[in-house]
């Protein structure tokens, strides 16, 4: 395990991947701590940490992409599966890498209150508070990209991938917002997600028939629930698209909320995504 | 060292290996024979625990596969059909990276990566990317990599691809000198190379045995079909009259003769009989024109083992007939364009 951990850290400043996603890193924070506090004059750091989710949706993707397509790609897989280590070593040494490679920008940012408290009082609990939150959406975020890594060879579309899925938890919100609350929009919302899924469905066991009847079954449910008791329905749209909003969370945490709610919630969705990456390299030598 | 027990791997509806058996003792060179696609490196893939099988067991150093992965995987270097070597790593760092992945005690590591580098020969390589080695040094490095910690079993699928002929030779003699202490498995699909190196031949074919032996027996098997022709001028009475009286053939077969007052057999023997067949017809006053000794080489039994399976011959034929057919369609309708 610490041999992998070892490699991929050194991959990442070995070559210009590891120092570019600092770099951006940096100019990021660096853009909305300028914005949220030095020009609106807050000693706070949670705002421009609060804000910065935009920034999950490049570096993300940029830092993930490799770390499971390129092995499948070189081959280098078969080095890996057939050295004398778990399976289970390999993802959490590579996963642990890129936690330490955010860990690393992170203790940078634990910088940032003590140059704000030049200017003012900084509530350092607050805002250490707000620094360790973020870390763990970090994390949450990378164990989901470590997760689609594995899900291919192409590092592109690992990439692609990434920043579709952590474009739309950043925009869950705001795409439930536009929906409107009623019945009918929850059945319209329900039946193209269902569709959606049996293509999906069709797409992996090659088996139309299955699909379909599948989709057939779920459209007659959900039909039968809109018409027999719509209300059942209304608002609950706005509902699913906040489960896919991760940042909501955070948000919470910065205004000042703690709860234990929220590293319980972040650290779930890491292990959780982290155990997907480990039955999908396991599924994969038996098919 | 190895045991491989109704080993099966299907991926969908094609089985790619169909119950094989087999062991491999200790210190034995092993190597697997087989055209493209006859299931070899599936059957390595397994034997390594990078795939699973559908069905069987395999055990490898009395360790099963699938019960104690880490101990099995242990005792096993494993070259796969591409070298699985890190680009953006030297030479040096990449070995060393291997070491720490087999657990090669921390002491030892950079010993043990100068004795492969030398037992490879890639000192003046050590310090290159190797993404800028040739194909020959990569695939050294590939081997390399198996070599690393020592393992009772090393696995090499076709080692010898991309090297050049004094490579091969090099090659082919450090697997000799393995030998000496590990259990070699080798795979290729050139009959020579297994020939020389190995001191047992397994021929597979659409994931099936067909053929097992050390040379010694292949080549006994081989002389077996060995046949003499035979050409004389005179009739088919006087011919079997001297033949018998040469030796009791047991079978003697006509075969259309070119001359027209001649007389043409094909006769079955495992001895070469030309000498006394010549003075006996010269005794006889009856002219020789054609004496011919067929032997067979390893290879024509490769090749016998290999297309007895028939389908895939069956399959070429009707695909090639398929695009013939396709073809003609083609040219007729351009044609009738014109």
């Known amino acids: 395990m610490i041999a992998i951990y070892k490699k991929e850290l050194r991959a990442y400043f070995n070559s210009i991947v590891g120092w570019l996603f600092l770099a951006f890193f940096f100019a990021f924070i660096g853009i909305y701590v300028y914005l949220y506090n030095l020009v609106s004059g807050s000693t706070y750091i949670g705002h421009a940490l609060d804000s910065v989710n935009l920034m999950f949706m490049l570096l993300v993707p940029m830092v993930t992409m490799r770390i499971m397509a390129e092995e499948k790609h070189q081959k280098t897989d078969q080095l890996l599966l057939t050295a004398p280590i778990s399976i289970g070593q390999i993802v959490f040494g590579k996963y642990l890498a890129l936690i330490t490679l955010t860990g690393i920008a992170m203790l940078m940012v634990c910088v940032y209150p003590l140059i704000l408290a030049q200017f003012g009082i900084v509530n350092f ?61 929850a059945w319209v919302t329900y039946s193209v997600i269902w569709l959606l899924l049996a293509v999906w469905m069709w797409r992996v066991m090659k088996n139309a028939t299955v699909a379909i009847v599948v989709f057939a079954l779920g459209e007659c449910v959900l ?23 991760i940042m909501s969370v955070y948000s919470e ?35 | 060292m190895i045991e491989a027990i109704g080993l099966v791997k299907e991926y969908g509806d094609h089985v790619a290996v169909d119950h094989l058996n087999f062991t491999v003792e200790k210190g034995q060179i092993l190597g697997f024979l087989g055209p493209n696609g006859a299931g070899k490196s599936t059957t390595m893939n397994m034997l390594t625990g990078y795939i699973s099988a559908t069905e069987g067991t395999i055990l490898v150093n009395g360790y099963d596969m699938l019960e104690e992965p880490e101990l099995a995987k242990k005792s096993i270097g494993y070259l796969p059909e591409q070298p699985p070597v890190y680009p953006d ?33 890639l000192q003046e390589m050590r310090n290159r990317l190797t993404q800028h080695l040739s194909k020959g040094y990569r695939q050294r490095v590939g081997i390399a990599q198996a070599l690393i910690g020592n393992p009772e079993v090393i696995i090499l699928d076709e080692p ?8 091969i030779i090099e090659i082919r003699d450090l697997m000799r000198s393995l030998a000496k202490e590990h259990t070699v498995l080798l795979s290729s699909h050139i009959m020579q190379e297994i020939s020389a190196v190995c001191d047992h031949i397994m021929i597979i074919s659409h994931g099936k045995l067909v053929l097992s032996g050390t040379p010694e027996e292949l080549q006994k098997k081989a002389n077996q079909g060995e046949n003499l022709e035979l050409e004389v001028l005179g009739t088919k009475e006087q011919v079997n009259g001297v033949l018998n009286s040469v030796a009791s053939f047991k079978d003697v077969i006509e075969i259309p003769s070119e001359k027209e007052n001649g007389y043409a057999v094909r006769i079955m023997s495992n001895e070469d009989v030309r000498e006394a067949l010549f003075f006996a017809f010269a005794k006889a006053n009856l002219p020789i024109v054609k004496l011919v000794r067929n032997t067979k080489t390893l290879e024509d039994i490769f090749l016998e083992a290999t297309s007895e399976a028939g389908e895939p011959v069956a399959e070429d034929k009707t695909q090639e007939e398929s695009i013939t057919e396709h073809m003609t369609k083609e040219a007729a309708e351009h044609d009738s364009d014109l």
């Open chain 1, 253 to 287: 945490t910065v205004s000042g909320v703690f709860e234990l709610r929220m590293p319980i919630y972040y650290l779930s969705i890491a292990f959780v995504f982290c155990f997907l990456t480990y039955q999908n390299i396991r599924k994969r030598r038996y098919s």
């Open chain 2, 160 to 167: 010898t691809v991309g090297l050049d002929p004094k490579q």
């Open chain 1, 223 to 245: 039909t039968a629930v809109y018409l027999a008791k719509g209300t059942l329905l209304e608002g609950t749209v706005e509902k699913v698209l906040g489960a896919f909003s």
């Open chain 1, 125 to 185: 609990a607050m805002s250490y508070m707000a620094i360790f939150g973020f870390f763990l959406v970090s994390c949450a975020y990378l164990a989901i990209g470590l997760f689609i890594s594995s899900l291919t060879e192409s590092q592109a579309f690992a990439a692609v991938m990434t920043f579709i899925v952590v474009l739309v938890t950043c925009l869950a919100d705001g795409i439930a917002n536009l929906i409107p609350g009623t019945a009918k929009a």
């Open chain 2, 89 to 121: 790593m030297t030479v040096t760092e990449y070995l060393k990276f291997v070491t720490e992945l087999k657990k090669v005690p921390r002491k030892d590591r950079e010993q043990e990566v100068e004795r492969v580098i030398e037992v490879t020969q």
